[in-house]
């Protein structure tokens, strides 16, 4: 595969612990066998996810030192507004603590006001949890090639417009809130929306005079796919797609701890101060904090100022995109096989194909996920019918319909040769995965059991 340069090097380094197998198996038995409970520093490598776990460039941490700690007005604000307003051509920018703040404060507003269905190419959790929590329903509306983990296809976090259309025909657009569109589209496996299908979508909101709410998140690495995949963009910059991507919506929510490289901090953005503004301040103010802080401190919002800018820098991309995309090719030297292709910030290895003697209901992605900490020291988690929750009518177990283990990759923060050390991990682990063991849960709370179950190994 073809020489990806690192842009930075290493100025502060941070010790991890190396620990002997014997430890790891004492700590993740004493763990319950779920990695949540793990210490981090009981872990080698953490994969666990990419959120605030990536490493602040030192621009981040010097502009964090002149963080202005007004209350109101203050210097930090302005920076990140100028150079947000900048970016997305938006007029009202909100700081808040991250990102499920803002769709805390978004949903209820525009439910109330417009009616109880939103659409969106896939939920992220926090975002379906918020739009149900304000009375909405939830609708997912992902292109079929999102859902056929084989298939190698370019965008695959796409809208299905037709099925999107034909929600809004059987709903009635006066029942509809809004189009959410998830960029990466992260519950698919960080697979980017192209322009057209943005410019599609947008078409169709505009018709039926629906707003368009863009869950950014991963806003850059989406801007590079496209610069990547798409017919018409290679010549064109990260910054500028994505100012065009973001031309086609009203409204954004934003976490800043995936691609404005922050350990903590979310942002709203409205292209035009509306009706709705007030109503959203008012919670933001109730809520959050001020609208110049929203919860943050000003040195949160001086470091997120100077990593939105960072986060759009194509070299940086090349190479965060390009790592992930090196770990997916070291896999396919062992032939382990994984959901293709790559995501932008994660590689979900298919673990149902790689443990085939584990049944689905003694959640193979799981097994994987403790195997890969006792082989290595590596954490990484299930993204399969254990972190399904059972059924809330009949208590029965849900299948998934895959069984993934996730390893995320934090920004900047580990180099090739830790990604050499999961790649032969996995190597290890393939050589031998007919000794590995499903697992039994033998607690479990009613929601989201995947955080705090405890578990052992079936024999
Ligand atoms: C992480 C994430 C969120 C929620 O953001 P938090 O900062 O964790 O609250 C929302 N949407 C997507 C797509 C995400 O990846």
């Given at each position: 595969m073809k020489y990806i340069p690192e842009p930075f090097k290493i100025k502060m380094v941070e010790p991890i612990r190396i620990t002997t197998e014997q430890e790891r198996r004492e700590k993740i038995a004493q763990a319950h066998y779920n990695g949540f409970s793990l210490r981090a520093e009981d872990v080698y490598i953490d994969l666990q996810t990419d959120s605030g776990t990536g490493a602040m460039s030192d621009s981040q941490w010097a502009a964090m030192l002149r963080g202005d700690e007004?209350?109101?007005?203050g210097r930090s604000y302005y920076q990140l507004l100028d150079n947000a307003r900048d970016i997305?051509?938006?007029?009202?920018i909100?700081?808040?603590?991250?990102?499920?703040?803002?769709?805390?404060?978004?949903?209820?507003?525009?439910?109330?006001e417009r009616g109880q269905f939103v659409i969106s190419n896939t939920f992220f959790d926090t975002t379906r949890a918020h739009v149900a929590l304000a009375g909405g329903h939830p609708i997912d509306c992902v292109c079929p090639e999102g859902l056929d983990s084989g298939l190698d296809a370019p965008f695959k976090g796409d809208m299905d417009l037709e099925a999107l259309e034909r929600h809004i025909d059987e709903r009635g657009a006066e029942n509809i809130a809004g189009i959410v569109m998830t960029i990466t589209n992260n519950s698919v496996g960080g697979q980017p929306v192209s322009m057209a299908n943005m410019k599609a979508t947008a078409a169709i909101a505009k018709r039926h005079g629906l707003p368009v709410v863009i869950d950014a998140a991963r806003f850059a690495e989406n801007a590079f796919f496209i610069k990547e995949r798409e017919a018409g963009y290679a010549e064109v910059s990260t910054r500028d797609i994505t100012r065009e991507f973001f031309s086609y919506a009203d409204i954004f929510t934003m976490s800043a701890k995936k691609d404005a490289i922050t350990n903590m901090g979310g942002l709203l953005g409205v292209r035009e101060?509306?009706?709705?503004?007030?109503?959203?301040?008012?919670?933001?103010?109730?809520?959050?904090?001020?609208?110049?802080?929203?919860?943050?401190?000003?040195?949160?919002?001086a470091a997120l100022a100077v990593g939105l800018v960072e986060g759009l820098d194509?070299?940086?991309?090349r190479y965060?995109?390009?790592q992930v995309a090196y770990l997916a090719a070291r896999l396919d030297e062992y032939g382990i096989p994984y959901q293709r292709p790559a995501g932008g910030h994660a590689v979900?290895?298919?673990a149902g194909r790689l443990l085939p003697h584990?049944?689905?209901?003694?959640?193979?992605?799981?097994?994987?996920?403790?195997?890969?900490?006792?082989?290595?020291?590596?954490?990484?988690?299930?993204?399969g019918s254990f972190l399904m929750d059972r059924d809330p009518e009949t208590g029965e177990q849900q299948q998934a319909p895959l069984e993934f283990t996730r390893l995320a990759i934090p920004r900047r923060t580990y180099t090739q040769a830790h990604l050499d050390v999961i790649a032969e991990a996995l190597g290890h682990i393939q050589a031998r995965a007919d000794q590995v063991k499903g697992y039994e849960i033998i607690w479990e709370p009613k929601v989201l059991r995947h955080f705090t179950a405890k578990l052992r190994p079936v024999d």
């Amino acid at each position: 595969m073809k020489y990806i340069p690192e842009p930075f090097k290493i100025k502060m380094v941070e010790p991890i612990r190396i620990t002997t197998e014997q430890e790891r198996r004492e700590k993740i038995a004493q763990a319950h066998y779920n990695g949540f409970s793990l210490r981090a520093e009981d872990v080698y490598i953490d994969l666990q996810t990419d959120s605030g776990t990536g490493a602040m460039s030192d621009s981040q941490w010097a502009a964090m030192l002149r963080g202005d700690e007004s209350y109101s007005g203050g210097r930090s604000y302005y920076q990140l507004l100028d150079n947000a307003r900048d970016i997305f051509g938006y007029e009202w920018i909100q700081p808040v603590h991250q990102g499920r703040a803002a769709e805390k404060v978004l949903f209820p507003v525009l439910i109330e006001e417009r009616g109880q269905f939103v659409i969106s190419n896939t939920f992220f959790d926090t975002t379906r949890a918020h739009v149900a929590l304000a009375g909405g329903h939830p609708i997912d509306c992902v292109c079929p090639e999102g859902l056929d983990s084989g298939l190698d296809a370019p965008f695959k976090g796409d809208m299905d417009l037709e099925a999107l259309e034909r929600h809004i025909d059987e709903r009635g657009a006066e029942n509809i809130a809004g189009i959410v569109m998830t960029i990466t589209n992260n519950s698919v496996g960080g697979q980017p929306v192209s322009m057209a299908n943005m410019k599609a979508t947008a078409a169709i909101a505009k018709r039926h005079g629906l707003p368009v709410v863009i869950d950014a998140a991963r806003f850059a690495e989406n801007a590079f796919f496209i610069k990547e995949r798409e017919a018409g963009y290679a010549e064109v910059s990260t910054r500028d797609i994505t100012r065009e991507f973001f031309s086609y919506a009203d409204i954004f929510t934003m976490s800043a701890k995936k691609d404005a490289i922050t350990n903590m901090g979310g942002l709203l953005g409205v292209r035009e101060e509306g009706e709705h503004v007030p109503d959203v301040k008012s919670l933001v103010i109730s809520g959050e904090g001020y609208v110049t802080y929203g919860g943050l401190s000003g040195r949160d919002l001086a470091a997120l100022a100077v990593g939105l800018v960072e986060g759009l820098d194509e070299d940086y991309l090349r190479y965060r995109v390009g790592q992930v995309a090196y770990l997916a090719a070291r896999l396919d030297e062992y032939g382990i096989p994984y959901q293709r292709p790559a995501g932008g910030h994660a590689v979900f290895v298919d673990a149902g194909r790689l443990l085939p003697h584990i049944p689905w209901h003694q959640y193979p992605g799981h097994a994987l996920a403790v195997e890969l900490y006792v082989e290595a020291g590596i954490r990484s988690c299930d993204i399969g019918s254990f972190l399904m929750d059972r059924d809330p009518e009949t208590g029965e177990q849900q299948q998934a319909p895959l069984e993934f283990t996730r390893l995320a990759i934090p920004r900047r923060t580990y180099t090739q040769a830790h990604l050499d050390v999961i790649a032969e991990a996995l190597g290890h682990i393939q050589a031998r995965a007919d000794q590995v063991k499903g697992y039994e849960i033998i607690w479990e709370p009613k929601v989201l059991r995947h955080f705090t179950a405890k578990l052992r190994p079936v024999d």
